[in-house]
């Protein structure tokens, strides 16, 4: 009852007339992740406005040298990943971001040096979303991943022990991750 719902809704955003190309298979998706997201309607705004806010002032501030920095948001949660070029840097990086009080916790993961490849970073993170996104027991719109040099930060929320622990295992399943850090909550479905 609930996915025809979901359908109903995702079919009646698609324009009836008009030359607006759409895909219903996008839209369909769309309104099925979001079904799937625990966060509330507030909690997703904040998260957008954390990240958001968190580049701008990153932008403007001149110290901060952020080129390899991923902020990695889920329910005011932040985890910063990526790479940085000294560990001045890393720390003016996580100074700057921690400004917003929304944040409910912080965990600094930068790496620290010239340790990761655009290129393969990427391939490997479209790797992992593959992997969780086609994993059952894992519902991968709760979580956030980055990946630099093989090493894997991974980050949302779990359901349970259980799925965190899959989750964690279809990471390190993926060739090329060299390390996996974890900062998955285990918190129960709303």
Same mark, same amino acid.
């Given at each position: !009852?609930?996915?025809? $719902?979901?359908?109903?809704?995702?079919?009646?955003?698609?324009?009836?007339?008009?030359?607006?190309?759409?895909?219903?298979?996008?839209?369909?998706? @769309?309104?099925? +992740? &979001?079904? !799937?997201? =625990? #966060?509330? %309607?507030? *909690? =997703?705004?904040?998260? &957008?406005?954390?990240?958001?806010?968190?580049?701008? #002032?990153?932008?403007?501030?001149?110290?901060?040298?952020?080129?390899?920095v991923? =902020?990695?948001?889920?329910?005011q949660?932040?985890? $910063?990943?990526?790479?940085?070029?000294?560990?001045? +840097?890393?720390?003016?990086?996580? *100074?700057?971001?921690?400004?917003? @009080?929304?944040?409910?916790?912080?965990?600094? *993961?930068?790496?620290?040096?010239?340790?990761?490849?655009?290129?393969?970073? &990427?391939? /490997?993170?479209?790797?992992?979303?593959?992997g /969780? +996104?086609?994993?059952?027991?894992?519902?991968?719109?709760? !979580?956030?991943?980055?990946? +630099?040099?093989?090493?894997?930060?991974? !980050?949302?929320?779990?359901? &349970?022990?259980? *799925?965190?622990?899959?989750?964690?295992? %279809?990471? #390190?399943?993926?060739?090329?991750?060299?390390?996996? %850090?974890?900062h998955?909550? =285990?918190?129960?479905?709303?």
């Amino acid at each position: !009852m609930r996915f025809a $719902l979901i359908l109903a809704a995702a079919l009646a955003a698609i324009p009836a007339a008009g030359n607006a190309q759409v895909n219903p298979f996008s839209v369909i998706g @769309r309104a099925v +992740t &979001t079904a !799937m997201d =625990v #966060r509330t %309607k507030a *909690e =997703v705004a904040a998260d &957008t406005e954390i990240a958001a806010g968190a580049s701008k #002032r990153l932008l403007d501030d001149k110290r901060a040298e952020w080129a390899g920095v991923t =902020v990695l948001v889920f329910a005011q949660h932040v985890v $910063l990943a990526g790479a940085v070029k000294s560990a001045e +840097t890393k720390k003016v990086v996580e *100074e700057v971001v921690r400004k917003d @009080r929304r944040i409910r916790s912080l965990k600094n *993961e930068l790496l620290v040096g010239d340790v990761g490849s655009l290129a393969r970073d &990427t391939a /490997l993170e479209a790797e992992i979303n593959a992997g /969780l +996104t086609a994993a059952k027991g894992i519902a991968s719109v709760n !979580m956030r991943w980055c990946a +630099t040099g093989g090493h894997v930060v991974l !980050m949302g929320i779990a359901g &349970t022990k259980d *799925e965190a622990s899959l989750a964690v295992s %279809k990471v #390190r399943s993926v060739k090329g991750v060299k390390s996996v %850090k974890s900062h998955l909550r =285990v918190e129960s479905r709303k």
